[in-house]
């Protein structure tokens, strides 16, 4: 007879300019794994739809009301959980740790975000999943003008050369991207300027969702990378 159970779990990824790329972790309360970190995450209820679990595992181990998270993909190996059989659907979101007030809920003893370049030693399988998300992030960013929701809403370019350097944990040749990512169209460049540090003032840039849209319902091919 099969006795398969579905479970959900979440990698939210932080970013912030001076901090770089986190991702949230609870310490768990009970066996398996007590006192282990581990991602939020939890069994899926009779009546809940995936994303209704996902989020209520959040506000309920984390504190957290997430408005974006993608499904990332299934995880189902057999000796995944030493419980029982468990397969996991897991999803991922991008947002700014300054923006939440996190806090330990239920079945959680702690909450905090951790340097992804920096994790603890990860319960069940969720190393793997964060290391999947990490890999489905990069990959999204170079066909995807993603994280412009992680900084002000008036920039200077500076700090979108940071966020997609932090994210793919690379150097960019700042004229190359600059010059594709103006040439798209959807970055309006401001008239006003700020002053940071003892350097000439920098322009300001704002990201134009209008145009962006626009330009996906026209099939535009966005490739940072080419």
Wanted: net charge positive; hydrophobic share 35%.
């Amino acid at each position: 007879m099969q006795s398969i159970k579905l479970s959900v779990d979440a990698v939210v990824f932080g970013y912030d300019p001076e901090d770089g790329v986190s991702v949230l972790l609870i310490t768990r309360k009970y066996e398996p794994f007590q006192k282990f970190w581990a991602l939020p995450g939890g069994l899926v209820k009779n009546e809940e739809s995936l994303e209704d679990a996902v989020r209520r595992e959040l506000k309920e181990e984390a504190g957290m009301d997430v408005s974006y998270l993608e499904q990332l993909y299934s995880f189902g190996k057999p000796d995944r959980d030493p419980r029982n059989r468990v397969v996991s659907i897991a999803y991922y979101g991008l947002v700014r740790p300054k923006d939440y007030q996190i806090s330990a809920q239920t079945d959680a003893e702690d909450v905090a975000w951790f340097n992804i370049k920096k994790l603890p030693r990860l319960a069940f399988d969720h190393k793997h999943i964060v290391d999947t998300a990490i890999k489905r992030l990069r990959g999204k960013m170079a066909y995807e003008p993603i994280g412009f929701e992680l900084l002000d809403k008036k920039f200077p370019f500076s700090d979108l050369e940071k966020l997609y350097q932090s994210l793919l944990d690379r150097e960019l040749d700042r004229r190359n991207f600059k010059k594709k990512i103006m040439a798209y169209g959807f970055l309006e460049e401001l008239k006003e300027r700020i002053q940071r540090g003892a350097g000439r003032p920098a322009k300001l840039y704002q990201f134009s969702k209008k145009t962006y849209f626009e330009l996906k319902e026209n099939g535009y091919n966005f490739d940072l990378f080419l």
